[in-house]
């Protein structure tokens, strides 16, 4: 599944900070399904011309593609990738190969993650290398910041209220 298709699921949801949002991505042709959850950030930043606006990072969560069995559904799958996607500005990285952002789950030291960029090498989003670590601490934690680098930004932390995961509402 391309960030293509995360960033039309993000932007069909109604994506309100602090409320998680389940979707399911369905491929007829391959006959499997992906399970989508997607939590905004609590705050925004004013980044400068052209991203006027207020910025705000969007947490996305997701299955693999599976295939599902007799009796099984979608809302089933169990979340493997952690990807992050901004909705105005550009992600860099200070390294061309060693790309990351910082993480702090409730009280914990802050940790930092590798991340991947996508495949179309869009700037607007990325995925997490460790992101088996990643939805356990969340899924075992209240809340997270994370910083990234930004183009003509700086650094720049972004707050989740991940309360509730397990009851993701479903989109319209």
């Known amino acids: 599944m391309s960030i293509t298709v995360i960033t039309a699921s993000i932007f069909s949801t109604p994506a309100f900070a602090g409320n998680w949002y389940v979707s399911y991505s369905n491929d007829e042709m391959r006959d499997t399904s992906t399970k989508i959850l997607m939590l905004s950030s609590e705050n925004k930043h004013e980044f400068s011309f052209p991203y006027a606006g207020g910025t705000s990072m969007t947490l996305v969560l ?85 910083e990234a680098n930004f183009y003509n930004e700086s650094n720049k932390q972004f707050k989740f209220d991940l309360a509730d995961m397990d009851k993701a509402k479903e989109s319209d």
Not at 81 to 90: F, T
Not at 114 to 141: E, T, Y
């Open 62 to 146: 997701r299955s693999a593609k599976t295939t599902l069995q007799k009796g099984q559904k979608a809302s089933d799958l169990k979340v493997s990738e952690a990807i992050v996607y901004i909705d105005k500005g550009q992600f860099i990285c200070q390294a061309y190969d060693q790309c990351y952002v910082s993480v702090k789950f409730d009280s914990s030291p802050i940790e930092k993650y590798s991340v991947l960029k996508p495949q179309d090498h869009s700037s607007d989003s990325f995925f997490i290398k460790n992101s088996k670590k990643f939805i356990k601490q969340a899924a075992n934690s209240k809340k997270v910041i994370i």
